[in-house]
């Protein structure tokens, strides 16, 4: 079956610092994979979209930007945080084919 | 306008009662469509999934697709305080390269 695991689970930085949030997909193969945010009580916004190894697509222009350097492997990273940048951010993996699977997100709290 | 509409209460409803969720779009390219759980502090989680019109039941719920009224709903019967979440509905064109969610219905059920 397949897994998505999403790390950290909770992260505290400061204005400024950099940022690297991972995410991995076991047991499949060349899957779509999403990040989206969530604000506090608001719906899902798409950040990034990846159909394959080094292909993103950006939908919001922002201070974030994500990589997919492995088949199963996707980060978001920024090179300085915002305090706007806080919120839930949540990793998501499709077949391309079917419904969409949820990681249990990172909650980035920026100080 | 937003693609896909949807109340974000809340909604608060004694147990075991019938609830009703209901989200609106705007794309007719639309063929999929999805019904996701969200409870505080975590990621969502997949409850249906639909292919165009029509109904489909899975134990306690429904979900029902009306295309011609671009209209779904998701409806749960006898209702548990368990079911206290936020459900998001989402929808997909036929390449499944991205996911339009609703902005969540906050469900409480009370004993």
């Known amino acids: 079956s397949q897994t998505i695991h999403q790390w950290p689970a909770t992260l505290v930085q400061p204005v400024g610092s950099p940022l690297s949030l991972e995410c991995t997909v076991e047991?499949?193969?060349?899957?779509?994979l999403y990040w989206y945010r969530q604000a506090a009580g608001r719906g899902l916004q798409l950040l990034f979209y990846?159909?394959?190894?080094?292909?993103i697509s950006s939908e919001v222009p922002q201070n974030l930007s994500a990589s997919r350097p492995q088949d199963r492997q996707f980060i978001l990273s920024s090179k300085k945080l915002l305090l706007s940048d806080s919120g839930f951010y949540l990793c998501?993996?499709?077949?391309?084919?079917?419904?969409?699977?949820f990681g249990q997100g990172t909650r980035l709290t920026v100080v | 306008q937003k693609e896909v509409e949807q109340d974000p209460g809340p909604l608060s409803v004694p147990e075991g009662a019938i609830v009703s969720l209901n989200c609106t779009y705007s794309n007719s390219a639309f063929q999929y469509f999805m019904w996701y759980r969200q409870y505080s502090r975590k990621g969502p989680e997949l409850l249906m999934y639909?292919?165009?019109?029509g109904n489909k039941e899975d134990g306690r719920f429904t979900a029902q697709v009306d295309k011609s009224s671009k209209y779904i709903s998701l409806f749960i019967r006898d209702s548990q305080p368990s079911d206290s979440a936020t459900y998001l509905c989402a929808m997909s064109s036929y390449n499944f390269n991205k996911f339009y969610f609703g902005s969540g219905t906050k469900l409480n059920v009370k004993p």
């Open positions: 047991g499949t193969s060349n899957p779509n």
């Open positions: 639909t292919y165009s019109s």
């Open positions: 998501a993996w499709s077949s391309g084919r079917t419904e969409a699977f």
């Open positions: 990846s159909v394959g190894i080094g292909q």
